[in-house]
């Protein structure tokens, strides 16, 4: 990615030094009312980088492109690399956080199979400055710079509501937040 950006790869070690992981097993089992219930919300990933292993052959994540959503075809074996909101800020909106969603079995595969997908979220390390790197900073910045830990304050409170919460820390958005104390 750095190499992409045109930047010196140090740039993104510094920030996701010693980084904290965190890992996260979801668990959908078969629904017979599949077309009832949505399995997670739309959202983008608070996190830098989600790499996902989807165990199963059932078509559950789903990415949002052009205000339509896509299902993603399991490969046995395959990782899933997710840019998330931090990529995004550190990028300055070169690489975009993907929004996503889970969905339920439907009725014809609810006795099929159930769905477990495996996710490793990679964030910066706790005391970092989370922002657009020195590089790629330009007078109409896209986002802002914010300490890391009021970030995931924000985050932690968006309780995955379909809001991007990479999109408070964008420019345009900044005095709304901090008008509003979100975190």
């Not at 959202?43 to 078509?59: A, C, E, P, R, W």
């Not at 490969?75 to 339920?104: C, F, Q, V, W």
């Not at 995955?160 to 919460?165: A, F, P, S, W, Y």
Request: hydrophobic content about 35%.
């Amino acid at each position: 990615m750095a190499n992409n950006l045109g930047i010196k790869p140090e740039e993104f070690c510094n920030i996701f030094h010693d980084q904290p992981q965190g890992i996260r097993i979801n668990y959908y089992p078969p629904c017979p009312k599949a077309d009832e219930v949505l399995g997670l919300s739309p959202h983008t990933d608070g996190s830098g980088l989600t790499i996902l292993l989807q165990v199963s052959n059932f078509q559950g994540l789903q990415i949002k492109n052009k205000e339509k959503w896509f299902p993603v075809k399991p490969l046995p074996g395959a990782l899933i690399a997710n840019i998330g909101d931090i990529i995004e800020m550190l990028s300055n909106g070169e690489y975009k956080s993907i929004e996503h969603r889970a969905t339920i079995n439907t009725k014809s595969e609810a006795t099929k199979s159930e769905r477990l997908p495996v996710a490793t979220f990679h964030s910066p390390r706790e005391d970092a400055v989370v922002g657009p790197l020195q590089g790629l900073v330009k007078k109409d910045d896209k986002h802002k710079t914010v300490d890391f830990r009021d970030y995931v304050k924000a985050l932690v409170s968006s309780k995955l509501d379909g809001r991007r919460v990479g999109d408070s820390w964008k420019a345009s958005h900044y005095k709304l937040l901090k008008t509003e104390q979100v975190y």
